[in-house]
């Protein structure tokens, strides 16, 4: 004859199995949202003694690169194409964050 108590216990691991699973990837989506903004707070600022921001002439502020030759009035790293708001970065500087204020001589307009 058939056994009706294995047939339940096979089938309720299997359901508890199954909304184990369902939860945790109901969850994957906050997790990777989560680590996005761990690495975007985590970029450490670029230093104008950079070998590459030496030689763009990277400037922190607006004041010190009018200095640099080149330099025009509201051109800055946060109107650049090459600028990243979502964590101050800069295509050109991967690895680094950029001050929003700062210039250097690789400044794209954005487009229109």
């Not at 990837?25 to 761990?38: D, E, F």
């Amino acid at each position: 004859m058939f056994d009706k108590s294995l047939e339940r216990e096979n089938r309720g691991p299997s359901r508890r199995r199954f909304l184990q699973l369902a939860a945790a990837s109901a969850l994957i989506p906050l997790l990777n949202l989560t680590g996005r903004q761990v690495r975007a707070d985590g970029l450490p600022a670029l230093e104008e003694s950079n070998p590459i921001a030496l030689g763009l002439a990277y400037k922190t502020t607006q004041e010190a690169a009018k200095s640099v030759e080149g330099y025009e009035e509201g051109r800055k790293c946060e109107n650049c194409a090459l600028y990243t708001p979502d964590n101050s970065g800069c295509r050109l500087f991967p690895a680094n964050s950029v001050a929003p204020e700062g210039w250097c001589k690789a400044w794209v307009p954005k487009p229109s």
